[in-house]
T-cell receptor, first 111, second 113 residues
Framework: DAKTTQPNSMESNEEEPVHLPCNHS???????IHWYRQLPSQGPEYVIH???SNVNNRMASLAIAEDRKSSTLILHRATLRDAAVYYC????????????FGTGTRLQVFP | DAGVTQSPTHLIKTRGQHVTLRCSPI?????VSWYQQVLGQGPQFIFQ???????GRGNFPDRFSARQFPNYSSELNVNALLLGDSALYLC????????????FGQGTRLTVV
């Protein structure tokens, strides 16, 4: 499975936008980009996924570089409840049965 | 609708003992995966089952085993527990394993002393 690289930690103030980067320079043409987040004392939860085009949903937006070697998860207005570890994961096709997690980015949100 | 449920939520075991962890997937989901999350790290894939058949296995010793029942619930068994097995064990379910998202339970916190 292709590897992803994320910063260990990021900080934001409440109600500000947050851009969480992910590098995946060895991504293959059939790899989907998934984002999950894990709130304290909970299991991971799905945030968003994409293949080539930018994606929006009620939780976040996913911006994918034209060469697909990097992507950015965008939280438009951070809240305290968005403080979590965010994982960027690649999977061949849509493959939810085996997710390869890295160490993720720990997002702190300050009031 | 109930999400993925795992039991027990916490347990403490002694080195050398055996443990069984249980997972009930979301109703209608046929795929169950197990993950181990050691403190400070991301979850690591252990097993995946679909329609009672093992579809995938991670890099874990044979002390780890699992099975899936006709109602799609699943058990993870760990024999001869080591201190290093102390972790949060997570179960995830999806309809087929080839879906847009997996749904995780809150996990079982296992402490081996």
């Amino acid at each position: 499975d292709a590897k992803t690289t994320q910063p260990n930690s990021m900080e934001s103030n409440e109600e500000e936008p947050v851009h969480l980067p992910c590098n995946h320079s060895t991504i293959s043409g059939t790899d989907y980009i998934h984002w999950y987040r894990q709130l304290p004392s909970q299991g991971p939860e799905y945030v968003i996924h994409g293949l080539t085009s930018n994606v929006n949903n009620r939780m976040a937006s996913l911006a994918i570089a034209e060469d697909r070697k990097s992507s950015t998860l965008i939280l438009h207005r951070a809240t305290l409840r968005d403080a979590a570890v965010y994982y960027c994961i690649l999977s061949q096709l849509l493959n939810t049965d085996k997710l390869i997690f890295g160490t993720g980015t720990r997002l702190q949100v300050f009031p | 609708d109930a999400g993925v449920t795992q039991s027990p939520t916490h347990l403490i075991k002694t080195r050398g003992q055996h443990v069984t962890l249980r997972c009930s997937p979301i109703s209608g989901h046929k795929s169950v995966s197990w993950y181990q999350q050691v403190l400070g790290q991301g979850p690591q894939f252990i097993f995946q089952y679909y329609e009672k058949e093992e579809r995938g296995r991670g890099n874990f010793p044979d002390r780890f085993s699992a099975r899936q029942f006709p109602n799609y619930s699943s058990e993870l068994n760990v024999n001869a527990l080591l201190l290093g097995d102390s972790a949060l064990y997570l179960c995830a379910s999806s309809f087929s394993g080839k879906d847009t998202e997996a749904f995780f339970g809150q996990g079982t916190r296992l402490t081996v002393v």
